[in-house]
């Protein structure tokens, strides 16, 4: 587990872009399946995450279409939460950081790790626009 102070920026870089944070697995239950559609980013400490997940994540927001709900979980910190929200992206192995995008609490669209690192934000915000278009 990661120190509370290490990781409040990278936590802040979400939420206030409007993100809400599931920190249980009851808040994960009680929100993203219940969601018209939702947009659920597993945060992490590592630099695609910094340089690629949350600029790109961010930046699909400016889209006509957009997902009503926006939720983040923090892998390393809120273990429970993180747990939840990965037993919901199934069948996608763990990753971090990586992207789901669920309509009516059907995955419907991913982006693992391997599809963030070592592309720009600018491209990984493009591909959720994309699914926006589609399932928004």
Known sequence: MYPAELVKPMREDLTSAGFVELKDSNEVANNVPKSETAVLIVN????????NARPGVKDS????KKPKKLFTVF??????ATDAARN??????????????FKNGELVHMLERHHIEGRSS??????LKQAYNQYC
């Open 88 to 101: 919901l992206m199934i069948p996608f192995p763990p990753s971090s950081p990586c992207i789901a995008l």
């Open 61 to 64: 927001l400016k889209n006509e």
């Open 44 to 51: 992490s400490v590592c630099g695609c995450a910094a340089a």
């Open 75 to 80: 892998a390393g910190v809120d273990k429970e």
């Open 122 to 127: 600018e491209i990984i915000s493009e591909n």
